[in-house]
T-cell receptor
Framework: KAGVTQTPRYLIKTRGQQVTLSCSPI?????VSWYQQTPGQGLQFLFE???????NKGNFPGRFSGRQFSNSRSEMNVSTLELGDSALYLC???????????FGPGTRLTVL | DQQVKQNSPSLSVQEGRISILNCDYT??????FLWYKKYPAEGPTFLIS?????DKNEDGRFTVFLNKSAKHLSLHIVPSQPGDSAVYFC??????????????FGSGTQLTVLP
């Protein structure tokens, strides 16, 4: 079974721009969660989608948004990028039962 | 407020010996705990988990112990191998199967296994 895939793997943007990251979960998994990893704050939960609905949201500003499609693929969008948004963005999938989440390799976003 | 804490940023162990990684939590609503291993430039890899109704779970060289009264869990790796060198994250979640799930992570412990 293929794992979680994320595209692109690396991205460089400038302040004020917006960015869209993509995640394809493990086949059959209906839940997709997004996390941000930074050296200062560690791994922090952004949001979770299940059956195209946002089920849970972390403590991030409204500039961070996401969506999920009918095939369970998910995208997250960050608008009006700030320098502090530079991070590794990780997507995780879960079959919808149980608590184990399986992570993709991440997208490294650098904001200049 | 850090709800999941890993107080040791690093740990060095000789190959073949036991590695013990510790984790404390403050939120008594957490009922499921997980350990992940992470190499640089990769996503975390799930290692082992434990439900709050248990106090021990084993999987090969990895054993997780949970002490609910102390709000403490530990990961034991026996025997330690150089390939185990990585950052280990403790994570916690709450809720039942089928409900929204969110992992709260500790800050990680860098384990180095010396040959």
């Amino acid at each position: 079974k293929a794992g979680v895939t994320q595209t692109p793997r690396y991205l460089i943007k400038t302040r004020g721009q917006q960015v869209t990251l993509s995640c394809s979960p493990i086949s059959g998994h209906r839940s997709v969660s997004w996390y941000q990893q930074t050296p200062g704050q560690g791994l922090q939960f952004l949001f979770e989608y299940f059956s195209e609905t946002q089920r849970n949201k972390g403590n991030f500003p409204g500039r961070f948004s996401g969506r999920q499609f009918s095939n369970s693929r998910s995208e997250m969008n960050v608008s009006t990028l700030e320098l502090g948004d530079s991070a590794l963005y990780l997507c995780a999938s879960n079959p919808g039962q149980g608590n184990e989440q399986f992570f993709g390799p991440g997208t490294r976003l650098t904001v200049l | 407020d850090q709800q999941v804490k890993q107080n040791s940023p690093s740990l060095s162990v000789q190959e073949g010996r036991i590695s013990i990684l510790n984790c404390d939590y403050t939120n008594s609503m957490f009922d499921y705990f997980l350990w992940y291993k992470k190499y640089p430039a990769e996503g975390p890899t799930f290692l082992i988990s434990i439900s709050s109704i248990k106090d021990k779970n084993e999987d090969g060289r990895f054993t997780v112990f949970l002490n609910k009264s102390a709000k403490h869990l530990s990961l034991h790796i026996v025997p330690s191998q150089p390939g185990d060198s990585a950052v280990y994250f403790c994570a916690a979640s709450r809720g039942y199967s089928g409900s929204a799930r969110q992992l709260t992570f500790g800050s990680g412990t860098q384990l180095t296994v010396l040959p």
